[in-house]
Nanobody
Framework: QVHLVESGGGLVQAGASLRLSCAAT????????MGWFRQAPGKEREFVAA????????HYADSVKGRFTISRDSAASTMYLQMNSLTPEDTAVYYC????????????????WGKGTLVNVSS
């Protein structure tokens, strides 16, 4: 079992930056690919970014490419999402998840999910 807890969300103005964190506990967390997803009000959950178990491979949704950066500290079992140049369209609940591969992540097919952290970007 893997337990994931997100933090770092909040209310910011457009153009600001936020850094989300995802703390993972359980067995054996470093071997999982991990990803960030988000769900805006009235919309379906969507893929944001994913990172391989090694931390070397990363993938991004087109909507965040160049603005968001995913990273992980495997020793600390923590994953991050640095979000820059935020816009109101980035407003959503952000979830972290762990799964078998980044390919599965891009399909939203992850094995473990956190409860989410709210990011609210005002114009």
């Amino acid at each position: 079992q893997v337990h994931l807890v997100e933090s770092g969300g909040g209310l910011v103005q457009a153009g600001a930056s936020l850094r989300l964190s995802c703390a993972a506990t359980g067995r054996p967390v470093p071997s999982y690919a991990m990803g960030w997803f988000r769900q805006a009000p009235g919309k379906e959950r969507e893929f944001v970014a994913a990172i391989t178990w090694s931390g070397i491979g990363t993938h991004y949704a087109d909507s965040v490419k160049g603005r968001f950066t995913i990273s992980r500290d495997s020793a600390a079992s923590t994953m991050y999402l640095q979000m820059n140049s935020l816009t109101p369209e980035d407003t959503a609940v952000y979830y972290c998840a762990a799964g078998s591969s980044t390919t599965q992540a891009k399909r939203g097919q992850m094995d473990y999910w956190g409860k989410g952290t709210l990011v609210n970007v005002s114009s």
